[in-house]
């Protein structure tokens, strides 16, 4: 099987002797949508920096394609596009040489390039803004802009880092619908976001890392089933008597016309609106309390902690 | 990457480069114009009538190669040390850092770069210097190479300035303490013949001093010290200034973690 990624063992200690990364081990296959979450300061944008050649690894290997990042870097590197978590472009340049100079340091003719640029710019809604100097660009805008830049060698990879920091709904959903499309074009994606529905709508497979250690690596769906109980909140008509006692489910009164309610993996949720209705009571909306891998996520990452205490301690 | 992609990398870097300064020529151009005009008008027509001749030569015209070489050397260092230093510190170094394009090619761009604002600052400044003096340039190829060579030299210093530097106020301290110093004592305005023995011996160990004379040679044909000495300093620095940079290249220092 062809990895896209395939990180081995991989550790980094800064100067100040803050280990970043444990030994950490990390395979993602070729098409994969991967999402990389932890807390701040887990390790992932060490990650990122050292398959990127930002940050120097202190041990460890890191293969792209197969190609390894010391042996051929330059092979290795053409594999990857990144989008950073912070702006990283000269917003004293316009927009369009900001993409066709980032081909020219991939060696890519100047023809191939502006016909690159031209397509990337339409499709990511920056082609009117191209003469524009980058600082005048809203943050979505901004956000768009580094997209086109990582994607005009045409990687294998695309890292994005927090993509969707700050913008608005309206331009995160077009840039999830653009990078959906790109992985269904072929393009395995490694994304890190702070937004669990992002990463639980968009991602195939997920590694969580905390304190410089995968902690859970495996499916999105693995993961979900793995959620033992969870909270639902109940929108309903007002109660005209106080809450009333169901069997097998305990209900929380938020207020006249709101309840939550836990529901564990094996029940049913029809037995709870039999119940309901049996009660007289009328349930217009139904949603989650928190986001599902958002609980998973909370879960695995207290666990960690609470491990990691107890090692400290014994 | 393969040599023609390499090509492609150096040419987008130069390219680049040249227009960030063509885009702020205001700041870049105009102000060694400037500068350069009044020291023809000061040094050169009102208090060089009064001093008379140089080495044999009237003032104005010896104190020309001094002056045309003075904004290539500031230019050069400068065009590298805030270009280079403003990409690492908005950050965008990284587009480059996480490209194929070799550590080479990103030094030999930004070097590029310098020479080439170096070079033009030198021809407005030589044009500019035409409408006081009659200048008859002695040896056209001599003063090309060293304008080449010394714009090289001291782009390579400014892009190891900028690599250390960790604020604005860094790049500047090396400039005006160390190369303004250094290229006004550097002979621009006076033969070292003029000075002490002791003062001369110790003005050789000043490298500006070298290329200053080599280009009043190139210009006049008149000159302090050896042609071949001054050539061998200047290439004997490139090399130094060249190894320095790559290996901070190389090993990453002040751009990777």
């Known amino acids: ?36 979450l932890g807390p701040n300061g887990a390790g992932k944008s060490t990650t990122i920096g050292i398959v990127s050649s930002l940050v120097r690894k202190t041990a460890g290997s890191v293969k792209i394609f197969n190609t390894d990042l010391d042996a051929d870097p330059s092979n290795a590197k053409e594999f990857l596009g990144l989008v950073p978590q912070e702006f990283n472009f000269n917003v004293f340049e316009p927009v369009i040489e900001i993409v066709l100079n980032q081909a020219g340091f991939y060696g890519i003719s100047r023809s191939q390039a502006n016909a690159r640029t031209e397509h990337l710019l339409k ?20 956000r768009r802009l580094m997209i086109a830049r990582a994607m005009v060698h045409e990687p294998k990879l695309l890292i994005l880092d927090e993509p969707t920091a700050g ?148 | 990457m393969k040599l023609a992609q390499q090509y492609i990398a150096f040419r987008t870097i130069l390219t680049k480069e040249i227009l960030r300064f063509a885009r702020i020529w205001v700041q870049t151009v105009v102000p060694p114009a400037i500068t350069t005009t009044l020291y023809f008008v000061i040094f050169g027509n009102l208090i060089g009538s009064r001093i008379g001749k140089m080495d044999g030569y009237a003032y104005i015209d010896y104190i020309v190669p001094g002056l045309i070489l003075m904004a290539v050397i ?134 500006i001093l070298y290329m200053i004379n080599a280009f009043r040679y190139g210009i006049l044909g008149a000159s302090d010290i050896d042609i071949g000495l001054a050539f061998s300093i200047i290439l004997i620095f490139i090399v130094l200034l060249i190894a320095w940079s790559m290996q901070l290249l190389n090993k990453g220092v002040g751009l990777r973690n």
């Open chain 1, 1 to 36: 099987m062809t990895f896209a990624l395939d990180i081995k063992q991989l550790s980094k200690t800064y100067r100040n002797g803050f280990q970043a990364l444990r030994g950490i081990d990390l395979q993602v296959k070729q098409g994969d949508f991967f999402a990389l």
């Open chain 1, 123 to 142: 499709q990511l809604g920056l082609w009117d803004k191209r003469k524009e100097m980058a600082r005048n660009l809203s943050g979505g805008m901004k």
């Open chain 1, 167 to 314: 913008v608005d709904v309206e331009i995160r959903h077009s840039m999830w619908k653009y990078l959906r499309q790109l992985n269904q074009q072929g393009t395995t994606i490694i994304l890190t976001t702070h937004y669990l529905d992002e990463a639980e709508s968009l991602c195939k497979n997920i590694a969580i890392i905390d304190e410089g250690r995968i902690i859970e690596n495996t499916s999105m769906k693995a993961l979900l089933n793995q959620l033992n109980c969870e909270t639902f909140v109940l929108d309903i008509k007002a109660l005209n008597s106080s809450l009333p006692q169901l069997e097998n489910f305990e209900l929380q009164l938020i207020d006249d016309t709101t309840i939550e309610v836990g529901i564990a993996k094996q029940q049913s949720i029809n037995e709870l609106f039999v119940q309901l209705s049996h009660h007289g009571i009328d349930v217009i909306s139904m949603r989650n309390k928190v986001n599902r891998l958002e609980e998973l996520f909370m879960g695995l990452v207290e666990r960690n902690e609470t491990e990691s205490l107890t090692h400290t301690q014994g």
């Open chain 2, 74 to 207: 500031t230019n050069a260092y400068s065009n590298v040390v805030s270009s280079f230093y403003s990409a690492k510190f908005q950050k965008h170094v990284e587009e480059m850092l996480i490209s194929p394009t070799p550590n080479g090619i990103i030094l030999a761009g930004y070097i590029a770069g310098g020479v080439a604002r170096g070079v033009c600052v030198g021809i407005v400044v030589t044009i500019i210097s035409m409408f006081f003096t009659d200048l008859k340039i002695e040896n056209w190829g001599i003063s090309f190479l060293v304008v080449v060579l010394t714009a090289t030299l001291f782009a390579a210093a400014g892009f190891i300035n900028a690599v250390y530097a960790k604020s604005f106020d860094d790049i500047s301290i090396i400039p005006t303490f160390v190369l303004t110093p250094l290229t006004y004592l550097g002979g621009i305005f006076y033969t070292i013949k003029m000075l002490p023995e002791f003062w001369q011996t110790a003005s050789l160990a000043n490298p």
